[in-house]
Every structure is written in structure tokens, then in C-alpha cells.
């Protein structure tokens, strides 16, 4: 069975960096869709951004295009984000999804079949 684990969550000042880290445990193929949402209590789910293994494409979502990076780890099967010169408006539980190809690398989280559990993070001024 499929898994993804986040890790890297926690607390940082305003300003301060932060690197989430999914792996990918038994995939059913190389080729595949990973992504970045976020989420705050009472909002919908936000696509953060994404890569796509077999055509080595990374999107991102205009609002986070700058301060936040993507990057793989092919041989260790993990996405990481980097995240920058974190804001008062980005604290939210992080979750990595994943779906397999034929995917799109869209911003629609009914394209990911599978989750991670989250990672929180949180910034304090």
C-alpha cells in the first residue's frame, strides 16, 4: 500500500525558514504526481504547488511562487518545501498527496488519491 509521511513541521518566527519533507513509501509507479496543499481551520484546502516525476515539471501557486521552493530527492522518493521568510498568513497544517500517471499537475485536490497526515506549522511574531 501507497504511503506518504511529511515531516519538518513546527514553530518558526516571522521571517524565518522552514523545509517540509514527504516521502513516498511503495509506489505503484515512477511516474506520478506529488503535491503541496494547505489548510487552516474553516478554509479549503490550498495547492500550495507540485512536481510531476516523469516530465521533472514543478508548479506553484501564484501566492507562493518566491518564497517557497520544491524540490525531489529521486533516490530517497521525497519532496521537500521549502519554505522562506514565513508570514503571519501562512501557519496551516501542511499535507502532501500524491496520484499516480496518467496525473495532471493541477491544483485540484480531487486529482490525488493519497495523503499524508499533515504537518502543522506555525509562525510567531
Known amino acids: 500500500q501507497v504511503h506518504l509521511v511529511e515531516s519538518g513541521g513546527g514553530s518558526v518566527q516571522a521571517g524565518g525558514s522552514l523545509r517540509l519533507s514527504c516521502t513516498i513509501s511503495r509506489p505503484t509507479d515512477s511516474r506520478y504526481c506529488m503535491a503541496w496543499f494547505r489548510q487552516t481551520p474553516g478554509k479549503e484546502r490550498e495547492w500550495v504547488g507540485g512536481i510531476y516525476t516523469f516530465l521533472k515539471d514543478i508548479n506553484y501557486a501564484d501566492s507562493m511562487k518566491g518564497r517557497f521552493t520544491i524540490s525531489r530527492d529521486y533516490a530517497k522518493n521525497t519532496m521537500y518545501l521549502q519554505m522562506g521568510d514565513l508570514k503571519p498568513e501562512d501557519p496551516a497544517m501542511y499535507y502532501c498527496?500524491?496520484?499516480?500517471?496518467?496525473?495532471?499537475?493541477?491544483?485540484?485536490?480531487?486529482?490525488?488519491?493519497?495523503w499524508g497526515q499533515g504537518a502543522q506549522v506555525t509562525v510567531s511574531s
Open positions: 498527496a500524491a496520484s499516480f500517471f496518467p496525473c495532471r499537475l493541477r491544483n485540484l485536490r480531487t486529482d490525488y488519491n493519497h
